[in-house]
Each structure stands twice: as C-alpha cells, then as structure tokens.
C-alpha cells in the first residue's frame, strides 16, 4: 500500500490550498480515514477524519476552515484548507484513523503572515 500526498505549497495568511492524497494498493473506501499533521519539532496530530460512510470530524483548531472529502472512485481523499493561519504550517499526511498503513512523505504546507 502507498499513500501518495500533494498538493501542497506556500501561501499567504488568509488563503486556501486543496491537498490531496492517493491511496494504490488498497480501496481506501474501506476505511475511516483521516488527514493529520506535523508540525516542526512536534508529534503528529489528527485534524480531520471520515468514516466509511461520510461522517467527519474535525479538531477544534481546525473546524470551520477544513473540509475532508473523498472520491472512491478515485481512491483520493482531499482536505480543502481555507482561511490558513501559520499555525497551520506542518506536513501534511493521510492515512486511516488508526495509522494501518506505511507513512507517506507527507506534504509541505507552509503559512505566511
């Protein structure tokens, strides 16, 4: 199984980026799922998930601004980040809600002010 995270990039205080994650080797319809991330120096945290059926859920930090979606038929989940802060800046991953699978390398979104 890889997880395949992108989309990523800078931008400014205020803006929006849409990351996106492809999962092959697995249907990643199966699973709850869930977008974390890390910031320097500090573990890896749950900020979005879904469950198979399309229930989500988002951390306080992030609710309101973030948006989880996914596309079975292209075993894809996305995470529409809008109204970015700096505290927002980490690297971003996808995985299942219990981590099954191998890490990807993440994806780089960084927050100007």
């Known amino acids: 199984v890889q997880l395949q995270a992108f989309g990523g990039g800078l931008v400014q205080a205020g803006g929006f980026l849409r990351v996106s994650c492809a999962a092959s080797?697995?249907?990643?319809?199966?699973?709850?799922v869930a977008w974390f991330r890390q910031a320097p120096g500090k573990q890896r945290k749950l900020v979005a998930r879904?469950?198979?059926?399309?229930?989500?859920y988002y951390t306080d930090s992030v609710r309101g601004r973030f948006t989880l979606s996914r596309d079975n038929a292209e075993n894809t989940v996305y995470l529409q980040m809008n109204s970015l802060k700096p505290e927002d800046t980490a690297v971003y991953y996808c995985?299942?809600?219990?981590?099954?699978?191998?890490w990807g390398q993440g994806t780089q979104v960084t927050v100007s002010s």
């Open positions: 995985n299942t809600v219990t981590g099954s699978f191998p």
């Open positions: 080797g697995t249907t990643f319809s199966r699973y709850a």
């Open positions: 879904a469950s198979s059926t399309g229930v989500t």
